[in-house]
């Protein structure tokens, strides 16, 4: 039997394949995942709301100004609009994991996690 984390962790990799056409490197996605810590449990924390105009400056402040050491410009927040885009209008579950794991991948910058 597994844990709740693989249970989320497969719920991630089939939204990366699905959503994004893509296939999931697990090792990553997996420590983003862990990274991330309780919140992935939370209802609310473990989503993002491509709606909210707050939340997405969130991910782009604490994510990847903080996390990812990038720098504030206007291409931050069209990476995220493209994440948000790709996962589709119609999905109301947009997994933080999976849109930071997106994003990381997007600026190449999976090495912060090692």
């Not at 039997?1 to 394949?17: F, H, N, P, T």
């Not at 296939?23 to 983003?32: H, M, N, Q, T």
């Not at 919140?39 to 709301?49: E, L, W």
Request: with cysteine; charged share 25%; hydrophobic share 40%.
């Amino acid at each position: 039997m597994g844990s709740k984390k693989d249970e989320w962790l497969a719920l991630y990799a089939a939204d990366i394949r699905n959503k994004f056409g893509e296939e999931p490197d697990g090792e990553f996605l997996r420590k983003v995942t862990e990274a991330l810590g309780p919140a992935i449990y939370n209802r609310d924390a473990c989503k993002v709301s491509a709606s909210s105009d707050s939340e997405l400056q969130t991910v782009k402040t604490n994510f990847l100004q903080k996390k990812l050491g990038l720098a504030d410009g206007p291409e931050l927040m069209a990476a995220i609009q493209q994440v948000m885009a790709a996962y589709g209008k119609s999905e109301r579950n947009k997994y933080r994991a999976v849109i930071y794991y997106m994003l990381a991948r997007h600026f190449g910058l999976e090495s912060i996690y090692n």
